[in-house]
């Protein structure tokens, strides 16, 4: 399920209003949010339409710390969506990707592994 908002907030009462009326159990994001602990590497489209890419053992509970404002990034470009999730056998190549994502600074390639669903990086 999405959520849209098309009322405008502060971002005290903004953090307020998701941390309230979701309950954290629903993001917005084409891709649905697994309770779980595997290592991701996931991508972010902020407010200004600019992409996060960052990596976590716990999806969930990265997540709910980037909608509510808890990063520098996701402070200053709230809302933040998930627009990409990738999952990875262990965390040291989660962040390797990460890193390599990173270096690129490329948002061509970044809109073609949304577009395609898939990083074809190697660790």
């Known amino acids: 399920m999405c959520y849209h ?3 405008i907030f502060t971002l005290g009462s903004w953090r307020s209003w998701l941390a309230r009326s979701l309950d954290m159990r629903e993001v917005t ?3 649905p949010v697994e309770p779980t602990n595997m290592p991701f590497v996931y991508i972010l489209k902020g407010r200004n339409s600019r992409f996060y890419i960052g990596s976590t053992n716990n999806l969930e509970r990265k997540i709910r710390e980037h909608q509510l404002g808890k990063s520098k990034y996701t402070s200053e470009n709230l809302p933040v969506e998930l ?4 999952e990875y ?3 040291s190549n989660a962040r390797k990707i990460e890193y390599k994502l990173k270096r690129l600074k490329r948002r061509d390639i970044i809109e073609k592994i949304i577009k395609e669903g898939k990083i074809k990086l190697g660790a």
């Open 83 to 86: 627009v990409f999730k990738q």
């Open 89 to 91: 056998n262990n965390l």
């Open 29 to 31: 994001g084409s891709s």
């Open 5 to 7: 908002i098309n009322n």
